[in-house]
């Protein structure tokens, strides 16, 4: 497989095991560069981790600060998506949906919606429990974006 991508950059803090094991597996086939950052709240077993303060957003700036066009970001966080889709980032979640500009938009909406519902007292749905076929789809995801962007 012709690799079109620089790396792989993960945001840790809330990364299920099973996708760092699928990436770092993936990275050493594929001999692309694996790099896991999360605050030092986080015991993470990477070759190259970047640990970081646990204040808000902290990870998040260290990733947009070495992430380049063409690399892949594993987050589940759309403002950090939103903003790496400008630097030309691919960008998926640990389920395997791929964030692309014609949704975060509706995504960042959403979540502003059940900010506002929150702080009002409302209860909003939380993550769906993972399943064996997030892992299968995160993987199959990961190996399409290998080959370049995916539009």
């Known amino acids: ?8 950059i993960i945001d840790a ?5 099973a996708v760092l ?6 990275s050493g086939i594929y001999k692309v560069r694996l790099i896991t950052v999360a605050s030092f709240n986080h015991q993470i077993k990477n070759s190259e981790h970047i640990v970081v303060g646990n204040a808000s957003q902290e990870a998040d700036l260290k990733i947009m600060n070495i992430a380049q066009e063409n690399d ?13 889709l400008a630097k030309k980032v ?10 692309n500009e014609l949704q975060i938009d509706f ?5 502003e919606i059940k900010a ?4 009002a007292g409302g209860k909003t749905k939380g993550p769906k429990k993972r399943k064996l076929e997030d892992d299968s789809a ?14």
Do not use: Y
């Open 90 to 99: 691919q960008c998926l979640n640990a389920s395997g949906r791929v964030f």
């Open 107 to 111: 995504l960042l909406e959403e979540r």
């Open 138 to 151: 995160f993987e199959q995801r990961v190996l399409e974006m290998l080959k370049g962007p995916l539009n």
């Open 116 to 119: 506002k519902q929150r702080r």
């Open 1 to 8: 497989m012709n690799c079109a991508v620089g790396k792989i």
């Open 72 to 84: 892949i970001v594993v987050t589940q966080d759309w403002g950090l998506a939103a903003m790496l």
């Open 21 to 26: 094991e699928i990436c770092q597996k993936i």
């Open 13 to 17: 803090d809330a990364c299920p095991k």
